[in-house]
Nanobody, 126 residues
Framework: QVQLVESGGGLVQAGGSLRLSCAAS????????MGWFRQAPGKEREFVAT????????YYGDSVKGRFTIARDNAKNTVYLQMNSLKPEDTAVYYC???????????????????WGQGTQVIVSS
């Protein structure tokens, strides 16, 4: 079992930056692939970024590539999402997720993740 708690959301102007954190409790955090998803009002949940359990390779959704960076600190059981050059369309609730699935090299689909945080709101004003 893994419990996830996100923090770091808030209100920021377009062009600004935020860093989200996701603290995990439970054992063997380093064995989990971690992901960030987001859901804007009236829209489906969208994949944002993932970082593999082994080696730390990363993969990003097209809409955030080059602006967002996912990273993990296994000693702190924490995964981060650094968000730069924020746009109003980045406004959403951001969710952290964890999986120990090994089916694919990168785990991109919502249904493949076993554990979810409660979400943190990010609002980007124009």
């Amino acid at each position: 079992q893994v419990q996830l708690v996100e923090s770091g959301g808030g209100l920021v102007q377009a062009g600004g930056s935020l860093r989200l954190s996701c603290a995990a409790s439970g054992r063997a955090f380093s064995s989990y692939t971690m992901g960030w998803f987001r859901q804007a009002p009236g829209k489906e949940r969208e994949f944002v970024a993932t970082i593999r359990w082994s080696g730390g390779s990363t993969y990003y959704g097209d809409s955030v590539k080059g602006r967002f960076t996912i990273a993990r600190d296994n000693a702190k059981n924490t995964v981060y999402l650094q968000m730069n050059s924020l746009k109003p369309e980045d406004t959403a609730v951001y969710y952290c997720a964890a999986t120990n699935s090994r089916t694919y090299y990168y785990t991109l689909t919502e249904s493949s993740y076993d554990y979810w945080g409660q979400g943190t709101q990010v609002i980007v004003s124009s």
